[in-house]
């Protein structure tokens, strides 16, 4: 079983849900398991995981492929704990996913890199054209990752010397840093989420955070995916 709960966002199925390959091949040979369950449409890149991670694509089954109803009939079902708290990535899920992922030059050329998220139906950035200003007149290059191969894109990380990024699920790649890179995240007031920030101390990276200055929500939540 490689699905959970938002287990279709590229954070959680990259942090928490491809590192249950390592915990279940602790106690038994993955290619003896007929069928490996993903979230419903199965992407390009989570393919590109398991295939690193040695796992014959004929066995992927998206979640939503099942008998009218009736939901799998498994003779053996293999469900591992998750590899750590929900936004606390685990160290050695982080190794994992370095072994497993290619290293390969970055089709990028600019070792400084600004993540914005315009692509992004939501949590973008409000004054975005001032930042970029800003940051080119300075060498950064504005970076896109949609649509690029996942070793590429890993590429970028772990090359880059200093990266501003909004948050959002492509900084799971941070993982793929060097110890010692300059890391800016711009975090909305109303989205508080600490997963990539507890990724950089985990990995050694020079983290600051700038809060957006929209004027903090009236509702006692911070799942409201607002721009800031």
């Known amino acids: ?5 938002v287990g279709f966002n590229f954070y959680h199925f990259t942090n928490q849900i491809a590192p249950r390959l390592a915990i279940a091949a602790q106690v038994m040979d993955l290619n003896k398991i007929d069928h490996f369950i993903l979230p419903d449409n199965v992407t390009s890149y989570m393919r590109e995981l398991l295939r690193y991670a040695g796992i ?27 590899p750590g708290p929900h936004h606390v990535p685990a160290s050695w899920a982080n190794e994992f996913l370095r ?29 975005h054209d001032a930042v970029e200003k800003l940051l080119h007149d300075i060498g950064f290059e504005h970076v896109m990752l949609d649509g690029m191969p ?5 590429a970028i990380f772990r090359e880059a ?10 900084l799971s790649h941070l993982i793929f840093a060097q110890p010692g890179t300059r ?6 007031m109303n989205h508080l989420q600490p997963c990539f920030w507890t990724i950089g101390q985990i990995e050694k990276l020079d983290y600051s955070i700038i809060l957006g200055s929209e004027k903090p929500s009236i509702v006692s ?5 607002v721009d800031a």
């Open 1 to 5: 079983m490689l699905n959970q709960v």
């Open 56 to 82: 014959d694509e004929s066995k992927i089954v998206p979640m939503d492929k099942y008998d009218e109803g009736e939901g799998f009939r498994c003779e053996r079902l293999i469900a591992t704990s998750n």
């Open 99 to 127: 072994k497993i992922v290619p290293v390969v030059p970055s089709p990028v050329k600019s070792r400084r890199i600004f993540l914005a998220r315009i692509d992004a139906p939501k949590r973008r950035l409000m004054n």
């Open 150 to 154: 996942f070793a590429e894109q890993a």
């Open 161 to 170: 010397e200093i990266i501003v990024a909004v948050h959002g699920a492509t």
């Open 183 to 188: 890391v800016i995240e711009l975090l909305p």
């Open 221 to 225: 939540s911070w799942r409201l995916d």
